[in-house]
């Protein structure tokens, strides 16, 4: 599965580019839109090579089933194979799956209590890009991120829904059809993402901010030695300011799009950097948009 020969980067993408399009930018299987290559004919084993005729596109758990092990063959023939190379395939299915990759004009995004629009990078650390959306092919949204581990070691990239997985190191991976949540965890859970989207009504939001605010509070109060008191904090202007952005620019039927990482934890030269109930333990609430270089840029 995985390709460590010196390849053409060229060759290599342009390869890329077409095996996602014969599939319709999904698994042809379960319309899984996180890609990766299975050379079947011949096997990688036997020849490295990246010739399209003779690999599909396939999402993790359909690729691993159709690798050979142990001498037994995959679950699926050349003959079908080729079949689903050949058949015709849709992108709107994929988006239908999973709406986490429907375009919106704008969407609200929010990482550990901060919140955005469509600004990209939405996380970088000392520069360097570590959570990224752009708009690809179909209009479909892309995400690009790469998970190391404290020896700086890569165990999982996407680049633009391309995915690269060492699976000796994979822990799990959940992308299900007809879902909104999307979870990837490494070495035992150490590292990681889960993201979703889902449209929201005013309230929900509402609540979400509610919490942030209270939980930001306490955080100043932990880093004031715990002098103070959470009670009588007054309004939360934050919150109204964001409220009033959905409501402009976001808002459709009552409803507010929000693409939502819950959760990442990953490592940066060995240092451990957390994005749950905050980021990095140095922002837990606030709202930037609008922004030309990105959203938050994490020094470490």
């Not at 919490?211 to 109204?240: M, P, Y």
Request: charged share 25%.
């Amino acid at each position: 599965m995985i390709d460590h020969a010196d390849i053409d980067g060229d060759k290599k993408t342009a390869t890329i580019r077409q095996l996602r399009r014969e599939v319709g930018y999904g698994c042809p299987i379960c319309r899984n839109p996180f890609l990766t290559w299975h050379h079947f004919d011949p096997p990688f084993h036997e020849e490295k090579h990246w010739r399209p005729e003779g690999m599909i596109a396939l999402c993790l758990q359909h690729h691993a089933a159709a690798d050979s092990k142990g001498g037994r063959p995959g679950a699926y023939t050349v003959q079908q194979l080729r079949e689903l190379k050949n058949a015709n395939y849709s992108s709107q299915d994929v988006k239908g799956s999973f709406p986490v990759l429907q375009i919106q004009k704008k969407m609200l995004i929010r990482v550990g209590g901060v919140y955005t629009d469509k600004s990209s990078p939405i996380i970088s650390i000392n520069g360097e890009p570590q959570i990224s959306i752009s708009v690809g092919d179909e209009d479909m949204l892309n995400l690009s991120f790469e998970l190391r581990n404290k020896d700086d070691h890569v165990l999982l990239k996407m680049e633009n829904n391309w995915l690269t997985a060492y699976p000796n190191h994979l822990h799990d991976m959940t992308a299900e059809p007809k879902t909104n949540d999307v979870t990837v965890w490494l070495g035992k859970r150490d590292v990681g993402l889960k993201f979703s989207f889902k449209w929201i009504a005013m309230e929900e939001l509402e609540g979400m901010l509610e919490s942030d605010s209270r939980r930001a509070s306490a955080a100043a109060l932990r880093s004031l030695g715990g002098i103070g008191s959470l009670e009588g904090t007054g309004s939360d202007r934050l919150g109204d300011r964001i409220k009033q952005w959905a409501r402009e620019n976001v808002i459709s039927d009552g409803l507010v799009p929000l693409l939502n990482f819950h959760e990442m934890s990953l490592y940066y030269r060995g240092r451990k950097a957390l994005i749950k109930d905050g980021i990095a333990d140095s922002i837990y609430y606030s709202f930037l948009h609008d922004l030309v270089g990105g959203c938050v840029d994490i020094r470490m």
